[in-house]
């Protein structure tokens, strides 16, 4: 019979079996993660019956991952935390675009475009829509020069162009360069939702959760200049009826874009801020 009813004994000595990492940024990530670990268990009070669910799911969840998709990170998008790491290390005013995640689908070296060319071919069915803007420096208010847009986004049918054989290499993406005022224009698809994959065990959970899976209609950014912090986020179409719905958490007010019609067109009007820091570009998830 175990005395420690608490399970504060083995709490504190498994602590101090990971206290010996010299990596001191290793040894918190790892304490942190057994206390937290330790703390869920004695406050839901876990049973065997549970912990053998908890991984014979990630053991499910193993068999939808791979070099395309990976379950466990879905899993933390669904769940919010994605998005929380992004809040918490890369917080901008609020007169700012927002931060977003870079998701699954960036592929790097998407074609250079020129200044008003469309980054959707001829025979993707869907509405185009026209894109101007500048890109500003946060603090002074001034234009970058120069600055690099980089744009991806999903066809009508919900598929990015690496999750679907019919559409071109580097559909629905490219790189523009702003003008020496700082400002981009170009064409592209008018963003239309599409679910996340839903047929693995995070999709089970969602359901279970009856936490929709539709992403609101959006265009993935990222804005990069030299000496300014690369900014990675997403534009959404103001009056989507599900943007408070996002089952990723990431659609919210610093990140709606105006989607007008005029005479037939759809116009979007869309500026965005970098900060000066270190430019960077994300790891592309795909090869
Ligand atoms: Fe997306």
Redesign the pocket.
């Known amino acids: 019979m175990n005395e420690d009813k608490t399970g504060n004994a083995i709490t504190e000595k498994a602590l101090e079996a990971y206290s010996r990492i010299e990596n001191k940024r290793l040894r918190e990530l790892v304490q942190g993660l057994i206390r937290h670990l330790h703390a869920f268990v004695k406050e839901v009070k876990l049973n065997d019956q549970e912990f053998e669910t908890a991984w014979s799911q990630m053991e499910e969840m193993a068999k939808f991952t791979g070099d395309e998709r990976n379950e466990y990170l879905l899993f933390c998008d669904v769940v919010g935390i994605s998005q929380l790491i992004e809040a918490i290390n890369h917080a901008r005013s609020q007169s700012a675009v927002g931060s977003a995640l870079v ?1 699954p ?1 960036f592929r790097a070296n998407a074609p250079k475009r020129k200044r008003g060319e469309s980054i959707v071919s001829d025979d993707t069915k869907g509405d185009r829509v026209h894109i101007t803007g500048t890109v500003y420096d946060l603090t002074t208010n001034k234009p970058i020069p120069g600055a690099v847009l980089d744009l ?3 066809a009508t049918n919900g598929l ?1 162009e690496n999750q679907d054989e019919n559409q071109p290499d580097y559909n629905l993406r490219g790189r523009f360069q702003a003008n020496e005022a700082g400002r981009f224009e170009l064409a592209a698809l008018l963003p239309t939702p ?1 679910p996340v994959p839903t047929d693995g065990p995070v999709g089970e959970l969602m359901k279970l959760a009856k936490h929709q899976p539709y ?1 609101p209609a ?1 265009i ?1 950014f990222i804005v990069s200049a030299p000496n300014y912090e690369t900014l990675i986020t ?1 534009v959404f179409r103001k009056g989507d009826d599900i943007i408070d719905e996002d089952p990723v958490f990431t659609a919210d007010r610093t990140m709606i874009g105006e989607f007008r019609k005029d005479n037939g067109q759809y116009r979007l009007q869309y500026d965005f801020q970098l900060k000066p820091g270190i430019s960077t570009m994300p790891k592309a998830p795909i090869p």
């Open positions: 998701g689908f991806w986004q999903a990015y599409y992403r959006h993935h997403q």
